[in-house]
């Protein structure tokens, strides 16, 4: 997901988000565009809050206060939604920064999308897959955990044991790449590394090949045995262009059993004797 010059407003629901890594969060963000407006909400009177209060003013956000007027009902929830309907008419951002792991959202980003913004969610992994779809990108909160992990270890050991939350790429992630590859190849099979992680957002918002522990999409399509990488000359820059195929799996010729001299020669003679 490619977002050059994006102005992101940023709205972080406080009851439904860990505190840690706030700034691995914000780091991430950054990546994807300028966020111009930060806001969290919640209810600071109460203490489950309390954790956010130096990390705001560190990441320049701006606290909104709102009151659970009824048990049971959220009204964080409603606050964000009614200022992210206020941001968008104003016309001041480009897109739109979930940060949640509610699916009450999932129709706010529908409607952001279908006004034109993009959409980028984060949440924690229990994120419920119909908000997840919704959004543009969507990028787990336990990713950006292990980013920060990595730089507070002081031994090699220290940083394996944090990455607790690694996932082993599966078939169906396999079947994504190789269909998208399919999607978009040329007449000989190639396509272009940058439109094939495109596409492949598009089909999984959260799709992220730091959940396998790759950094870089590259580094996951260079070790799975069933693609092939090639760099290519770049005639604007120095940098490389890296292009992708489907490794063509060759099926076994299964060759009929040959017949014994012995069962060949009963058959002759049984052609004789009806004959």
Known sequence: MEYKNVNFAVLIDGDNI????????????????????????GDWTKPNLSKWKNLLLENAITP????????????????????????????KVDGFCIVSSDSDFTRLAIRLR??????????ERKTPNPFIVACDKFIYVEILRNRGAKK?????????????????IKQKEINLIRTSISDLSDEDGWVYLGDLGNLIQKKQPNFD???????????????????????RDNPK??????FVKNVEVTKKTTRAPRKSAKSTSKKTDATKKHS
């Open 237 to 242: 820059s120095r940098h490389k262009l890296m």
């Open 114 to 123: 279908e006004a034109g913004m993009k959409v980028l969610g984060i949440g």
């Open 152 to 168: 507070e270890s002081t031994t090699e050991k220290q940083a394996e044991n944090e990455k607790v939350t690694i996932d082993r």
């Open 64 to 91: 909104i206060q709102q009151y659970g007027y009824t048990t049971g009902k959220n009204s964080t929830d409603s606050a964000m939604i009614i200022d992210a309907m206020d941001i968008l008419y104003s016309q």
């Open 18 to 41: 860990p505190s840690a890594h706030v700034k691995e969060m914000m780091e991430e963000i950054a990546k994807y565009g300028n966020p111009t407006i930060k806001r969290i909400y």
């Open 209 to 231: 090949s730091r959940n396998y522990g790759f950094e870089k999409l590259t580094a996951l399509i260079r070790s799975l045995k069933e693609f092939e990488i090639e760099q």
